[in-house]
């Protein structure tokens, strides 16, 4: 059984840094696309950063600059650096693997 499993979530400053932690089990992430998404509160969710099977990076415009996507395949977890915290970047935030599996989310607040 798949399982991915986020932390790091939390309350943060504006300009405050967070790095959020996707650790998967039942499937290896050495070698596969995947992704942090994000949902703010009445919004659709949307894709904030990915990682491509040959290690390429993409990110939405709104985070370029600011957010580091990485995959560690020996501890079989991703992660995503947030630096430069905005009040919008708040939202919940879910790691995504192969386009199939979708972790239960972590939650990210920034205050003004």
């Known amino acids: 059984q798949v399982q991915l499993a986020e932390s790091g979530g939390g309350l943060v400053q504006a300009g405050g840094s967070l790095r959020l932690s996707c650790a998967a089990s039942g499937i290896s992430l050495r070698d596969r696309a995947m992704g942090w998404y994000r949902q703010a509160p009445g919004k659709e969710r949307e894709l904030v950063a990915q990682i491509t099977r040959g290690g390429s990076t993409n990110y939405a415009d709104s985070v370029k600059g600011r957010f ?3 995959r560690d395949s ?5 992660y995503l650096q ?3 915290l905005k009040p919008e970047d708040t939202a919940v935030y879910y790691c995504r693997v192969g386009g199939t599996y979708l972790g239960q989310g972590t939650e990210v607040t920034v205050s003004s």
Do not use: E, P, W, Y
């Open 68 to 70: 580091t996507i990485s």
């Open 74 to 78: 020996a501890k079989n977890t991703m």
């Open 82 to 84: 947030m630096n430069s």
